[in-house]
């Protein structure tokens, strides 16, 4: 069993490391480096059918093995990882109370877990902290039903993150966030705050991010945090601001809206020529496009709305269902004819007015069957023939139901 695991310090020896690096219980002034050296995490990502990665960050050179074993019972398996130092430059301490964020070499650690069985789910733990560990499943095989988990705007330490992930079902496949990950514009979060209000969401699956305009608040933040932490988590892609991966015959392709979208930039060609390959695929049944900032919404927040123009009529031809953002903070969700817009950036910062700019957009306010200013996340289970979304909020309460028709090719239609 993973509750039995033995702590192994000297096995899985970092790479990337040097004489004079702080020990485990040492460090820089005002770092407190746990015994192990775990600092943040752990959480997975960049999955397929069969492997995932499990990273986590480290402030001393320490164990790279975790002990995986499959959810429903099997042989528990050891893999064992590599480290990476880096230089950490990112300094955040500005409130008494709030743990800061230290400057200082950090490892980033990462295990390839890699001959795992197709749409399977498994649980890990650290060697080097056994009170640390986490689950993933692998895509499902073609046609297969899954569920995933969407929230964007998290902000744990002012607004009901909390509420939010408490009502997260515990089987979920996965989590695509929305942008802005964390909040050093709220004062009273860290990096260092946020990584232990997250664990609940980050040990249920892997964690696939979009980029928001708050990774980018402070200087060396999106280097030291976003890029190091969170870049590569999936696949096709050169860039770190834009990716894909798939499950189950579903393919999602994670985009920035803090990097150019025009029609002809660099992100723009990829998501066209990548949304063609993904619809020649053996399996193929449909795409979701998630971001940050949205092509619709009636908030006082600017649309997207000259990359929907551009982008409809290719979302149209290679059989994209779902467009999912955040940075509006709250719930929104369109239908505009096969396909369903959903704002979810309800998940923890301040709430917005989500009827400020309606008389002004009557497009986009005919096209709006719901919302709420509401704390909380969607669910979204892929069926046989259905797309079936809620929208639950903080406190339990389901704020929204739809399912989109696969069969038909009909839009999203409330329950």
């Known amino acids: 069993m993973l509750s039995a695991c033995k702590d192994a310090t000297t096995n899985g020896t970092p790479t990337g ?15 407190e480096c746990p015994e192990g050296g775990v600092l943040h995490g752990p959480w997975a990502m960049r999955f397929n059918e069969t492997s995932v990665r499990v990273r986590w960050d480290a402030c001393a050179p320490s164990s790279t093995e975790i002990v995986v074993e499959p959810e429903n019972g099997g042989e528990p398996a050891t893999h ?5 130092a880096a230089d950490v430059k990112t300094s955040y301490d500005v409130i008494n109370g709030v743990p800061p964020d230290v400057p200082g070499i950090r490892y980033r650690t990462e295990v390839a877990v890699d001959g ?3 749409g399977t789910c498994y649980r890990y733990q650290l060697a080097a902290d056994s009170a640390r560990r986490g689950r993933f499943c692998t895509a499902k095989p073609a046609g297969a039903p899954f569920k995933f988990f969407a929230v964007g705007d998290t902000n744990p330490s002012v607004g009901d993150t909390t509420g939010v992930l408490d009502h997260m079902p515990s089987d979920v496949d996965f989590t695509i966030h929305l942008g802005d990950i964390q909040y050093y514009a709220s004062v009273f979060e860290s990096w260092a705050t946020w990584f232990p209000k997250m664990q609940p969401l980050l ?12 990774e980018y608040e402070i200087d ?24 894909r991966f798939q499950s189950g015959g579903v ?12 029609a002809g930039s ?8 990548q949304l063609a390959d993904a619809a020649g695929q053996p399996g193929y049944r449909f795409s979701v496009v998630y971001f940050h900032k949205p092509m619709m919404t009636l908030s006082e927040y600017t649309q997207k709305k000259g990359e929907r123009l551009h982008f409809d009529p290719i979302f149209r031809q290679h059989g994209v269902r779902l467009i999912m953002c955040g940075h509006v903070h709250g719930y929104e969700r369109f239908v505009d004819g096969e396909l369903t817009y959903i704002v979810s950036g309800g998940g923890g910062a301040a709430l917005h007015d989500l009827n400020v700019t309606a008389e002004e957009r009557p497009e986009e306010a005919s096209k709006r069957v719901a919302s709420s200013s509401t704390y909380h996340g969607t669910v979204i289970e892929v069926l046989s023939d259905a ?4 929208a639950i909020g903080h406190d339990g309460r389901i704020l929204d139901e739809f399912t989109v028709d696969l069969s038909s090719g009909a839009g999203g239609g409330s329950n």
Request: no cysteine; hydrophobic share 35%; proline share 4%.
């Open 17 to 31: 490391t040097s004489s004079g690096t702080p020990s485990a219980g040492g460090g820089e002034a005002g770092l």
């Open 80 to 84: 064992v990882g590599e480290q990476s």
């Open 116 to 118: 795992l069985q197709p």
């Open 203 to 214: 040990r249920q699956g892997a964690f696939q991010p979009s980029i928001g305009n708050h």
């Open 220 to 243: 060396f933040e999106f280097q030291d945090y976003y890029e190091r932490l969170f870049g590569g988590a999936g696949f096709d892609s050169s860039a770190v601001e834009w990716y």
């Open 251 to 262: 393919w999602f392709f994670s985009l920035s809206t803090e990097a150019d979208l025009d």
């Open 266 to 273: 660099d992100q723009a060609n990829w998501l066209e020529a």
């Open 387 to 390: 797309i079936h979304g809620s």
